[in-house]
């Protein structure tokens, strides 16, 4: 394993008079929650799991957030409560109109209930199949006991739609909302809640949308196309570990959870014959989770990502994905077997000051004896370049080397964080990762809420932060904006930064040009990196821009900006 430096944690524990078994009395601290098979009319912290490689401190087996931890459907007994159904596919035609409900449900995980969100009462929510530049209406309706938003993510269609602050009021519980979405680009995109998102989203209200081009070879041809939502949820042997009800738990680093979700199950599997290529549309709806997907036995091609195809088709051996973003990869199973699709990582143990090598599996392959009736191998083996997209691309060419228009720089603020936290977390700037692939300090990221962790978008031109910025541009303007993830600040964090409405192309990652472009609308920001976006700015409007780790944005990162005529 490579060291990062040396044990000093252990040694503080050993200073402190504590040894390893005795660490373990935190699991006292574990109070009655919520199950299904109790009834309850308020929810009580429980300390989550925890890796005793990586233990709990001295002075900290006592401590709790210091918000009010919220569970969904307290006071409701089972029979209130209906099972949630697998995901409707939902083939819709211009001019269409569709229900969707947000609703309290019970989910089935490995065997045990849990009280649980859904739209339409499924998991995830309907996926919404539509034809590219079609309009379809969408009435809302909300029966969960929070007041919500739906936003749909990448669609640059009519700002009053978007689903944020920006647009509508939240939708009261009991009340409805009339969307009208756009489909502009051909695409797999999302849908999820824009209010208290780290709680509503991570219990389930999120699916998918789908837009088809009209062009019959858009994509390369495939035997099948598999959509893939994937997820994490936090769990312990008594039910799901709380969220904080008016202010994040987790806000230091995002809620990890330590189950891992395809498609709102633990049992994702696949039969497939020999040769066959399949067309996955994979959406990562985690809090903060970055996943790394692994297709072991299988060789994969990346085709597109949020709202485009790559200039150029490549093959790859794992598909990095940060949270919200998409990514269409093809897949060619040739050889009979089972194998599993991992999320592998280069996890992080701060207390042992070490790497470690981690694989989960997140589903199953089954490849038969049977050669597939049609085979598309030769397609696949052949990397295509779509010219298409190399066309609209180079119509920006010219903005690519112009001079800055604005700049961001990301960083972070503490306040009343407890003391063995702050002095822990002077010391975990010894190293800092550019990205985290799991809770690298799950005591310290649990205790801190949104109350004392201020994550900032910082505009170095006027000095203003977050909500405070707001910036004016005009329809068909192209904007350069600079990110500066600030390293040298209280626990650095990697950050997949949303932009609303717009699209835009990742032009350098501290200043190593992009060889192989995809139009975005969430892109990853690296600890340490400087990365420089360029903006279409084509859709009038009021937006936003924000990180889109759900405890991040709640606890500030989050900006405004307006596009007129």
């Not at 994937?230 to 994040?248: F, H, R, T």
């Not at 910082?458 to 993830?485: C, E, Q, S």
């Not at 990196?529 to 944005?553: A, F, Q, Y």
Request: include cysteine; aromatic fraction near 10%; glycine fraction near 6%.
């Amino acid at each position: 394993m490579l060291k990062l430096y040396p044990k000093i944690f252990l040694f503080l524990l050993i200073v402190a008079g504590l040894s390893h078994p005795l660490i373990a009395q935190h699991e006292h601290h574990n109070m009655d929650g919520q199950t299904m098979d109790m009834d309850t009319a308020k929810a009580t912290w429980r300390m989550p799991p925890m890796n005793m490689e990586m233990p709990m401190m001295p002075g900290m087996h006592n401590k709790l957030p210091p918000v009010e931890p919220f569970l969904a459907g307290m006071g409701l007994t089972k029979e209130d409560i209906p099972y949630a159904k697998p995901r409707e596919i939902l083939d819709l035609a211009d001019g269409d109109t569709v229900a969707l409900q947000a609703s309290i449900v019970r989910r089935s995980l490995e065997g045990k209930d849990y009280v649980m969100y859904g739209y339409n009462g499924q998991y995830p929510g309907p996926l919404l199949k539509a034809p590219q530049n079609s309009t379809v209406v969408v009435e809302f309706n909300n029966q969960i006991e929070l007041p919500t938003t739906v936003h749909w993510h990448g669609l640059r269609h009519d700002y009053r739609f978007d689903g944020t602050m920006f647009s509508q009021d939240p939708v009261q519980v009991g009340e409805s909302f009339t969307y009208e979405l756009f489909f502009r680009d051909a695409g797999v995109y999302w849908y999820h809640p824009h209010v208290l998102e780290y709680i509503q989203q991570d219990l389930g209200l999120y699916g998918n949308m789908l837009v088809e081009p009209p062009e019959e070879d858009y994509y390369s041809p495939v035997n099948r196309e598999e959509m893939v939502i994937l997820d994490d949820i936090l769990i312990d042997d008594q039910g799901l570990i709380p969220w904080g009800e008016s202010s994040p738990s987790h806000a230091l680093m995002g809620r990890f959870g330590n189950v891992m979700l395809v498609n709102g199950t633990t049992d994702y599997e696949l039969n497939v014959d020999k040769n066959e290529v399949l067309r996955f549309y994979i959406t990562n709806v985690a809090n903060t989770r970055t996943f790394n997907m692994v297709f072991e036995g299988a060789k994969v091609k990346v085709v597109g990502s949020d709202i485009s195809k790559f200039e150029e088709e490549v093959y790859t051996e794992n598909v990095p994905i940060a949270v919200a973003e998409r990514y269409i990869v093809e897949v060619l199973y040739e050889e009979p077997g089972t194998y599993p699709i991992l999320n592998s990582i280069q996890a992080i143990n701060h207390f042992r000051g070490e790497f470690y090598p981690q694989k989960d599996t997140l589903g199953m392959v089954t490849v038969s004896e049977n050669e597939v009736e049609e085979t598309y191998t030769e397609d696949f083996n052949t990397l295509r370049v779509n010219e298409d997209v190399k066309t609209d691309i180079a119509e920006f060419e010219d903005y690519f080397d112009k001079p800055v228009d604005k700049e961001l720089e990301l960083t972070v603020a503490v306040q009343d964080l407890p003391i063995p936290i702050m002095q822990a977390m002077e010391l975990d700037t010894a190293y800092v990762p550019h990205l985290e692939w799991n809770d690298t300090m799950p005591m310290m990221n649990w205790l801190s809420t949104g109350k004392q962790v201020k994550w900032i978008l910082h505009d170095p031109a006027t000095g203003k932060k977050n909500m405070d910025i707001y910036w004016d541009f005009k329809k068909g303007d192209i904007v350069k904006l600079r990110i500066f993830n600030n390293p040298d600040t209280f626990h650095p964090m990697n950050h997949p930064f949303h932009i609303h409405g717009q699209r835009h192309l990742v032009l350098n990652i501290d200043g190593v040009e992009n060889p192989n472009m995809v139009w975005k609308d969430t892109s990853i920001i690296p600890v340490g990196s400087t990365v420089d976006l360029l903006i279409e700015m084509s859709n009038p409007g009021k937006w936003m821009m924000h990180c889109h780790i759900g405890e991040h944005l709640d606890a500030g990162m989050m900006m405004g900006f307006e596009v007129g005529e």
